[in-house]
């Protein structure tokens, strides 16, 4: 673990306060007891008796499986623990806190944020790991040759890409929680989007055509797949996605469950390169 | 068949036998106690998804498990959740513990002090805790 690792867990620990000022104390240790991150409000001396606590109830939790969350509702305060990727959350906040807010902070926002700094291999020192695992896939197994490139994909017009094609900003990331729908008239391959995520897309991309959206899970599942807005406008505005039954078997992933969403933006010069192709076509 | 398992300890055995003797004292009070706690916990027991408790005062304790091979287990987890958060509780001054829940990948378990009894409910996940609390604390 880097620096910057620290660092990035820190700045966001750090927000905490601003979010909601009842949040009295926060910090992150990891499996080794070592505090990676703290808002030191409170003494090293402190956090070690938690951490010799916490572990005392993790040793002889067998019977339950691995320990996901420890909450202590005290008569002033509440402190919950969240295990995330081998690191632990613990979260002091006083009643006054909005229940819900400390819910997103420290189940959801937090341990999905330590979810993309671990794939980030610069921040998380897993390139060291990659390194020295023995394996590691060689390029030419990554790559497919180049005759098989050339096989199955038409030469594009590079003419085309030369367009003074201006620069698109990244595709919003969305967090939803998952529904299901099914019935007769549900196509089991399009997912349904909440309609002001995507009113905010098209404010975005302006004409832009967006036809699929980038779908993955917490456990690290993706698939890309076309999109309709929510139906019924009382389900918009809740944060939730719906699936039919097709793609949550294809994420492996059910009701409740969050996954992350962004729109598939195609790029200028991959229009144009279609539109030509077709031209071709013809 | 489900199995069941309940142990008393020789205290409580003692403290029956006297009843019709002694009139209301403290240790009547504490008994009153853990005999309606064993009571509310026995129809807790009952409702769906809760696989079993513990309620433990300084005299006796009653268990009551789905799986009675874990008893073992789930007592020393449950002994161990009590002083670990009663330290915590000290060192981060939450002030009295009302709840603990600890979710672990297949089970909860629902943590509680009422006076100097102990009561610990094991339950599936997605069992609702938050009935539970309000059962205990009727």
């Known amino acids: 673990m880097t620096e910057n690792y620290s660092a990035a867990l820190q700045t966001i620990i750090n927000e905490f306060k601003n979010i909601t000022p009842e949040i009295t104390n926060t910090f992150i240790f990891n499996k080794n007891c070592e505090i990676v991150a703290s808002t030191e409000t409170t003494t090293e001396n402190q956090n070690k008796k938690l951490i010799n606590a916490f572990n005392d109830i993790a040793d002889h939790a067998e019977t339950i499986g691995e320990v996901e969350t420890l909450t202590i509702q005290g008569a002033e305060s509440q402190l919950s623990i969240t295990s995330m990727n081998n690191r632990f959350l613990v979260n002091v906040s006083s009643h006054a806190a909005d229940e819900k807010m400390v819910k997103m902070l420290t189940r959801v926002i937090v341990p999905t944020f330590v979810k993309l700094l671990d794939q980030i291999p610069e921040l998380s020192g897993n390139e060291l790991l990659q390194a020295k695992n023995p394996e590691v896939k060689p390029l030419e197994e990554i790559v497919p040759p180049i005759e098989q490139v050339t096989q199955t994909a038409p030469i594009p017009d590079m003419s085309a890409s030369f367009n003074s094609e201006p620069i698109l900003p990244e595709p919003p990331v969305n967090q939803f929680m998952v529904e299901k729908i099914g019935g007769l008239l549900v196509p089991s391959d399009v997912v349904r989007v909440d309609s002001e995520v995507i009113a905010k897309w098209h404010d975005i991309y302006g004409d832009k055509e967006i036809t699929q959206v980038h779908i993955e899970t917490l456990e690290g599942k993706a698939i890309m797949c076309g999109f309709k807005p929510i139906k019924e406008a009382s389900n918009n505005g809740k944060g939730i996605i719906q699936f039919p039954e097709k793609v949550l078997q294809a994420l492996q992933t059910s009701k409740g469950k969050l996954v992350i969403v962004k729109p598939v933006i195609p790029s200028q010069g991959e229009k144009s390169v279609e539109t030509k192709n077709k031209r071709k076509h013809n | ?138």
Do not use: W
Request: with cysteine.
């Open chain 2, 1 to 138: 068949m489900k199995k069941v398992l309940k142990q008393k300890t020789s205290a409580s055995t003692t403290e029956t036998v006297f009843t019709d003797q002694v009139v209301i004292t403290a240790v009547d009070d504490e008994n009153s106690v853990f005999t309606r706690l064993s009571a509310s916990l026995a129809e807790i027991r009952k409702l769906k998804g809760v696989l079993g408790y513990i309620l433990r005062s300084n005299t006796s304790a009653t268990l009551d498990f789905t799986e009675p091979e874990k008893i073992t287990e789930n007592a020393i987890l449950s002994s161990r959740i009590h002083d670990s958060c009663q330290e915590i509780t000290k060192q981060f001054n939450l002030g009295q513990t009302e709840s603990v829940l600890v979710e672990g990948e297949n089970v909860k378990v629902l943590c509680m002090s009422i006076g100097e009894n102990n009561i610990s409910v094991f339950m599936e996940k997605n069992a609702t805790h938050s009935g539970i609390i309000k059962r205990i604390l009727m």
